[in-house]
């Protein structure tokens, strides 16, 4: 078992990381449960998947579940699922020092968490990342969101969990497509700051992929410990450390409008072209060694993510994939803040990338 202590002012919890650790979450949950129940939400195809264990850990423990089940899918981080969930949490009589426990991934945990920070103004929950995006990346860090119509997460709440749960196991129903989305996020910390993380990934990567317990465990520490660090740092992002976390993400962003953030390209595929093209600019710019950027789209090639736009199945021009970005929350003061690279491991922000140079390079 491994245990990240995420340290902030306001207060800290632990992630802990074991496989089988579904199998054995009474132990842990038991002590958050009222009159001998909990409160869980998930999705339908989370609940057939993985319901079931916890289920059966939990009344091992005594504890009774009352299931929350909602559609799988994007479309669930909406104002009618949070009202509906709301509705369904006040029709159980939630109190303010329950817990609400969040199995699945992004969309529930997203969903959970910003519903539990607003119920009864605040009360605890707890995240069970059924995913491997969720459990290297959005179950860690406490920003919470809806999706509205003027765009994605555009509504929410920094909350912190009393507790993340990750059980490695429960990948083993995940679409592997799924697991190789979520596998860019990973590889994304390597790119980061961590050299010897990538070269794992260049020599283990495909061992995660192929479901080997220790190569998941391993992974998901590294990934978590990563993340946690950065939060730690900037929980609210205002240092501007916390915004390293979006590197590939402003050319995945890109991406994903230009395919109407649909199942044609998956987030984590999208960060993962992102990702190379990124190398390669500040190849381009002459901030980063050929050799560096090559090995990132090899990498990534390997393993069978988009890595340029061919393979991300988008043919959209330079000017209108730039007009994209413009569009990005991200943008501050007229300025787009670029992530770049000096190398693997060694991503810095740039705040004066010429744009008309970022449409003419993706033209080429
Ligand atoms: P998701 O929650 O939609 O899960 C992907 C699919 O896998 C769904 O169909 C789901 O039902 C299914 N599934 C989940 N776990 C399963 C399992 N163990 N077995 C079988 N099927 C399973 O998507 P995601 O990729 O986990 O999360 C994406 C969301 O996360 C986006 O909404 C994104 O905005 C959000 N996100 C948030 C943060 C943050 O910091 N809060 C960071 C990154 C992403
Ligand atoms: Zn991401």
Redesign the pocket.
């Known amino acids: 078992m491994a245990l990240v202590r995420v340290a902030l002012d306001a207060r800290s919890y632990d992630i802990v990381i074991e496989q089988g650790a579904l199998d054995r979450a009474g132990d842990q949950l038991a002590r958050f449960a009222r009159g001998g129940r909990l409160v869980v939400v998930t999705?339908?195809?989370?609940a057939?998947?993985?319901l079931p264990r916890l289920d059966a850990s939990l009344r091992a423990a005594n504890v009774g579940i009352e299931p929350i089940i909602l559609p799988?899918?994007?479309q669930?981080?909406s104002w009618r699922h949070l009202e509906q969930l709301l509705d369904a949490l006040l029709g159980l009589e939630i109190e303010r020092g329950d817990h609400i426990v969040a199995l699945?991934?992004?969309?529930?945990?997203?969903l959970v968490?910003f519903a539990a920070s607003i119920l009864k103004r605040g009360c605890h929950f707890v995240q069970l990342?059924?995913?491997?995006?969720?459990q290297v990346?959005?179950?860690?860090?406490?920003?919470?969101?809806i999706?509205t119509r003027a765009g994605?997460?555009l509504v929410?709440s920094f909350y912190q969990p009393a507790l993340v749960l990750i059980d490695p196991a429960?990948?083993?129903?995940?679409?592997p497509r799924?697991t190789r989305?979520?596998y860019a996020?990973v590889v994304k910390y390597g790119l980061i700051d961590d050299p010897d993380f990538f070269a794992w990934c260049e020599s283990d990567g495909h061992r995660l992929l192929a479901g080997d317990a220790a190569a998941r465990t391993h992974a998901i520490e590294k990934s978590v410990a990563a993340k946690a660090a950065i939060v730690a740092d900037d929980e609210r992002e205002t240092s501007g450390r916390r915004a390293l976390l979006n590197l590939g993400h402003t050319f995945g962003h890109a991406l994903e409008a230009d395919t109407g953030f649909s199942d044609t390209l998956?987030?984590?595929e999208a960060v993962a072209a992102g990702m190379a093209l990124a190398f390669r600019y500040s190849t381009r710019l002459g901030l980063c060694p050929t050799e560096d950027a090559a090995r990132v789209t090899a990498h990534l090639k390997a393993i069978g993510l988009p890595h340029d736009l061919a393979s991300a199945h988008v043919s959209a021009d330079g000017a209108t994939l730039v007009g994209h970005m413009l569009h990005d929350k991200k943008m501050a003061g007229g300025t787009l803040p670029f992530l770049l690279a000096r190398g693997i491991g060694q991503t810095f922000l740039s705040k004066d990338v010429a744009l008309d140079d970022v449409a003419a390079f993706l033209d080429q």
């Open positions: 999705d339908a195809n989370v057939a998947a993985q799988p899918g994007e669930t981080k699945g991934g992004g969309v529930i945990g997203d968490g990342p059924t995913t491997l995006l969720a990346d959005s179950s860690v860090g406490g920003k919470t969101a999706n994605k997460n929410g429960t990948l083993d129903s995940l679409p799924e989305a979520g996020e998956l987030h984590g």
